[in-house]
């Protein structure tokens, strides 16, 4: 790969990270044990009547989504920029052929080439 685009990817790929973990932490804690593991706050709200109590685990169950979602993206990341450090980058984890430049571009995580994500 040329040097200049894996630069350009390497800086989204930096980018896509901090949005992320500034994303997740908005809501979630980082837990110290684990590599890329979330944890949801449970929001609580003090003397909160029953009504209140359904709205906040449903909104609990929402951020779960979210969180699991963001940490999907997160962890596609993080894998990323290891394969870059590695010098195994912009290569399908299936057929092990390059994955085309403008792919790439379009979504610099991605683990497959077009013909393997089908
Ligand atoms: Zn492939």
Redesign the pocket.
């Given at each position: 790969m040329e040097p200049k685009l894996l630069q350009e990817l390497q800086n989204k790929l930096q980018e896509k990270k901090s949005r992320l973990e500034a994303q997740l932490s908005s809501f979630a804690t980082k837990d110290p044990n684990l590599k890329d593991d979330w944890d949801t706050k449970y929001p609580r709200v003090p003397g909160s009547n029953l009504e209140e109590a359904a709205d906040e685990v449903e909104e609990y169950s929402t951020k779960l989504h979210l969180e699991f979602n963001l940490e999907t993206q997160l962890k596609d990341v993080n894998a990323a920029l290891e394969k870059i450090a590695k010098d195994t980058y912009g290569l399908?984890e299936?057929?092990g052929?390059p994955i085309a430049p403008e792919r790439l571009q379009a979504s610099p995580e991605a683990r497959?080439?077009g013909?393997?994500n089908k």
């Open positions: 399908c299936q057929c052929n497959l080439c013909n393997c």
